[in-house]
């Protein structure tokens, strides 16, 4: 269990473009990305969260200050696209939670 857990830190933190692929393919146990981890994943990858904002919303591992502040303009475009006509694929309570990230308007 040693090696796992040097490898599920030491992963995010070097490459974190394949630590998202490897948690949507096999789905274990994660740990939380840090704030500058997040901005680099985000900004790398600002195209595929905005296509399946569902599928990364869900992960529950970004620093959520960081993703929606890398997000920028493009945060009300990723949150308009969570809400979905049919309830039971509602991401609801972790699309609003991100909410109290944004930054206000003046």
């Not at 630590?19 to 985000?42: M, R």
């Not at 509602?90 to 991100?98: E, I, Q, R, T």
């Amino acid at each position: 269990m040693d090696s796992y857990s040097n490898f599920s830190e030491y992963l995010p933190r070097k490459d974190s473009c394949l630590y998202v692929k490897l948690l949507l393919q096999y789905e274990y146990f994660a740990c939380q990305l840090g704030h500058s981890t997040t901005k680099q994943f985000v900004s790398e990858n600002n195209e595929a969260i905005l296509e399946h904002p569902q599928k990364y919303l869900g992960l529950h591992i970004f620093h959520k200050n960081a993703f929606v502040s890398e997000l920028g303009d493009d945060f009300q475009r990723f949150l308009c696209s969570t809400f979905t006509t049919k309830l039971s694929d509602m991401m609801y309570s972790a699309a609003l939670d991100l909410l109290n990230y944004c930054p206000k308007k003046n």
